[in-house]
C-alpha cells in the first residue's frame, strides 16, 4: 500500500469556521494522521487556498461578500503549528474548491505512486467534495480521514459523506491503514472485564469525547454491534443471579 495523505485547506481562517468538530478537536485529529504518515513514510501533500485583493483573485461570491479570508501572506492563511508543513511536503495552493485546479497535485500522485487518497481537512461538502469527485474521476482510489474531516454545516457535511460512500468514497481509520488487526475477545470476556472494572479493548473504531471546555481528549470507548451488546446483557444478567 503507498496511500497519500492530502490535507485540504488546513488553514486557520477556515477552522474559526468549523462547527463539527470542535476546530480544536479536528485539529487534534488531523496531527494524528499526519504523526502516522511521517512515521510510516508515506506521502502529504498540503493544498491551501490564497487569494489577493488587488487583483481580485478571490471566488465571485467572495468578492460580493466583501469577504477576506486566506489572504496570501495573511496569518490566517496559515496551517495551526502542530499541523505544518515538513521538509520535503509539497504546498500547493489553489483560489476555487478543488486541489485538482492545481496541476502540480496529480502530477505529484503519479510520481509517488499514489494508490490510495486519503483526504482530510475542510469544508466536508466544498472543497474535500470537489476534490474528491475530481480525484474520482481522474481514476484515482480515494477515501476520507474518517475523524479529520470538518463542516461548518454539520448537515450538508453528513449528507456528502453518504453521497461520496454511495460511490466508493468511503471513510478510513488510522488503525485500518495500517493494517492493525483488533484483539477478539468473546463477549463473556468482555462482560467479565466490566464486572471487575478492567480497561479492555474488543476492537473496532474508538471514539474519543473531547472536553467542551478546552477540547482535549477525555474518555474514549469502543463501540459494539448488535450482537456484542445482547450477549453483553444476558451475560451480566445472569452474573447478578
Same mark, same amino acid.
Given at each position: 500500500?503507498?496511500?497519500?495523505? !492530502? !490535507? ?119 472543497? !474535500? ?34 453521497? !461520496? ?77
Amino acid at each position: 500500500m503507498n496511500p497519500t495523505l !492530502l !490535507l485540504i485547506d488546513v488553514q486557520r481562517d477556515f477552522l474559526n469556521q468549523v462547527s463539527e468538530p470542535h476546530p480544536q478537536e479536528l485539529t487534534f485529529n488531523i496531527a494524528e494522521w499526519l504523526r502516522t504518515f511521517r512515521k510510516r513514510g508515506w506521502p502529504v501533500v498540503h493544498v491551501r487556498t490564497e487569494v489577493t485583493l488587488d487583483p481580485d483573485t478571490r471566488m465571485p461570491h467572495w468578492s460580493k461578500a466583501g469577504r477576506e479570508m486566506c489572504l496570501e501572506g495573511s496569518d490566517g492563511s496559515l496551517p495551526p503549528q502542530v499541523c505544518m508543513e515538513e521538509s520535503g511536503e509539497v504546498v500547493l495552493t489553489k483560489t476555487f474548491f478543488s486541489g485538482f485546479a492545481n496541476d502540480a497535485l496529480e502530477q505529484r500522485l503519479e510520481v509517488t505512486g499514489t494508490d490510495l487518497l486519503i483526504l482530510a481537512g475542510v469544508h466536508t461538502q466544498s472543497c !474535500l467534495l470537489q476534490t474528491a469527485l475530481d480525484a474520482y474521476q481522474r481514476g484515482f482510489k480515494v477515501g476520507l480521514a474518517g475523524d479529520a474531516v470538518g463542516t461548518y454545516d454539520p448537515l450538508a457535511g453528513a449528507t456528502t459523506e453518504r453521497y !461520496l460512500a454511495a460511490r466508493g468514497i468511503r471513510a478510513y481509520c488510522l488503525d485500518e491503514l495500517e493494517g492493525a488487526k483488533p484483539a477478539v475477545k468473546t463477549s463473556q470476556a468482555v462482560c467479565s472485564a466490566v464486572i471487575q472494572g478492567q480497561e479492555r479493548y474488543f476492537g473496532g473504531d474508538s471514539w474519543t469525547h473531547f472536553r467542551p471546555t478546552d477540547a482535549q481528549p477525555s474518555w474514549s470507548f469502543v463501540p459494539a454491534d448488535a450482537a456484542l451488546v445482547h450477549d453483553a446483557v444476558a451475560s451480566t444478567s445472569r452474573a447478578r443471579l
